[in-house]
């Protein structure tokens, strides 16, 4: 199930079993989405992103969706496996303009075996 | 390596020492990003170059923070007179274009202010 820790919502599921991470951006401007995922004392490693004329995007076992009316960013991730365990970020920024990624909050995700 | 590379790993400065942080960016990269993310947190953006030039610095917390990329490649970040407040992951992250399309970011540098 999904519960707020003391500093980041996780995730916890069985590996095998498909996950959804959930964002809600902040600026309804954005046009460029990107899903990272952090493990411990590593840096952010890019996995997909989406442009805001799409809804949908897939990759290798994962999926990003986009809602641009509720602002609202999704990454699923089919079978999960243990090395998929991570703190995962949602970043956003405006490529028609010039502006910076800004990044949620982070979402970790425990896969058990 | 292919990948973004940032020296030292982990520094541990005294209050009021200056250090410097370096970053590699990826070889023919246009676009250098620093950010700072504090413990559970997400990165927050500090500065940003397109080659040599440096087009944003609003994220810099203080003039006590100078960033330069002198090359248009090989770029530092330089803390002056170190507060405990500046404890954090320093990140590098470039980008081959120049809008920041793709980010691709270093392991970081673990700052720790005694």
């Known amino acids: 199930g999904e519960s707020v820790g003391l500093h980041l919502p996780t995730l916890s599921v069985q590996e095998g079993d498909n996950s959804i991470i959930n964002c809600a951006y902040s600026?309804?401007?954005?046009?460029?989405f990107i899903w990272y995922k952090q493990e411990s004392g590593k840096g952010p490693q890019f996995i997909i992103d989406?442009?805001?004329?799409?809804d949908k995007r897939q990759g290798q076992r994962v999926t990003v969706l986009l809602n641009k009316t509720v602002k609202h960013l999704s990454l699923q991730i089919a079978a999960t496996q243990p090395g998929d365990s991570a703190v995962y970020f949602c970043a956003e920024s405006l490529l028609s303009g010039y502006s910076t990624l800004t990044f949620g909050k982070g979402t970790m995700l425990l896969v058990s075996p | 390596g292919a990948g973004v590379s940032q020296s030292p790993r982990y520094k541990v400065a005294k209050r009021g020492q200056d250090v410097a942080l370096r970053c590699d960016p990826i070889s023919g990269h246009v676009s250098l990003f620093w950010y700072q993310q504090a413990l559970g947190q997400g990165p927050e953006f500090l500065t940003y170059f397109q080659n040599e030039a440096q087009l944003d610095k609003s994220g810099l917390p203080s003039d006590r923070f100078f960033a330069e990329r002198p090359e248009g490649s090989v770029s530092t970040l330089k803390i002056q007179r170190t507060q405990q407040e500046d404890s954090a992951v320093y990140l590098c992250?470039?980008?081959?274009?120049?809008?920041?399309?793709?980010?691709?970011f270093g392991s970081g540098t673990q700052l720790s202010v005694l």
């Open positions: 989406i442009r805001s004329n799409m």
């Open positions: 992250a470039s980008s081959l274009v120049p809008d920041g399309e793709k980010l691709f």
């Open positions: 600026n309804s401007a954005s046009d460029y």
